[in-house]
């Protein structure tokens, strides 16, 4: 079992900059892929950027260039730092293992996008 504690989200205006963080109850990733994941209004929950143990890093493609994902593995804390942000951004933005696991979900740290 592992908690995650999702942090750092805020309002922030188009163009802006905002780095989220992702605190896990233990160290987790050298075992497993842990990813971000971001869910609208509306819409379905999806992973936006995942990072394997092995340090492999994918994005989806709508933010890719835009996002980078990183961690410490001293911290068990993982973190998203996210530029150029758009207002298609906007959602609740969660960490969670890959595949996802049920029990893990955190409240989510809320990310809107607004001027």
């Known amino acids: 079992q592992v908690q995650f504690v999702e942090s750092g989200g805020g309002l922030v205006q188009p163009g802006g900059s905002l780095k989220i963080s992702c605190a896990a109850s233990r160290n987790i990733f050298d075992y497993y892929t842990m990813a971000w994941y971001r869910q609208a209004p509306g819409s379905q929950r999806g992973w936006v950027a995942k990072i394997t143990p092995a340090d492999n890093i994918e994005y989806a493609d709508s933010v890719k260039g835009r996002f980078t994902i990183s961690r410490d593995k001293a911290k068990n804390t993982a973190y998203l730092q996210m530029n150029s942000i758009k207002p298609e951004d906007t959602a609740v933005y969660y960490c969670?293992?890959?595949?996802?696991?049920?029990?893990?979900w955190g409240q989510g740290t809320q990310v809107t996008v607004s001027s």
């Open positions: 969670n293992v890959i595949p996802s696991h049920s029990d893990f």
